[in-house]
């Protein structure tokens, strides 16, 4: 998939009823599960998480084990999100990518602003 054709939405990262900074995984978890930011996001605070802070990555893994059991990490070594995006164009994702999670589902990017990811340290599939 060529650059300049890759798909990308940020509808759901404008929603400004929820204004926190660092939530970028209750939102890449929140679109990846089509489910609502407020419900992923209380879940995310039963495990731990702090609002206004980063979220550890065992955090994130916690709330997917918990929202899709059997669904585990799959680390990626010196893949691109345009290489990663044809052969992942099916199917709902959490990405990690540096210091950020963004969600991909059926090969639209959902991130609060269009960036040209260097390498993705690894996803999981939840559905």
């Not at 929820?18 to 995310?44: M, N, T």
Request: hydrophobic share 40%.
């Amino acid at each position: 998939m060529a650059r300049d054709t890759m798909q990308y939405d940020h509808t759901a990262y404008a929603d400004t009823t929820h204004s926190e900074r660092a939530d970028c995984a209750v939102r890449a978890v929140s679109v990846a599960a089509c489910l609502s930011y407020d419900e992923v996001y209380a879940l995310f605070a039963s495990v731990g998480r702090r609002a206004g802070k980063p979220t550890q990555i065992s955090i994130t893994e916690q709330v997917i084990t918990q929202l899709f059991p059997g669904v585990h990490y799959c680390p990626t070594w010196g893949i691109t999100l345009t290489s990663f995006l044809p052969e992942h164009n099916l199917g709902h994702y959490v990405v990690h990518v540096p210091n950020h999670l963004i969600a991909v589902c059926d090969g639209v990017v959902y991130d609060w602003r269009l960036r040209r990811y260097r390498r993705i340290h690894g996803y999981w599939r939840v559905c």
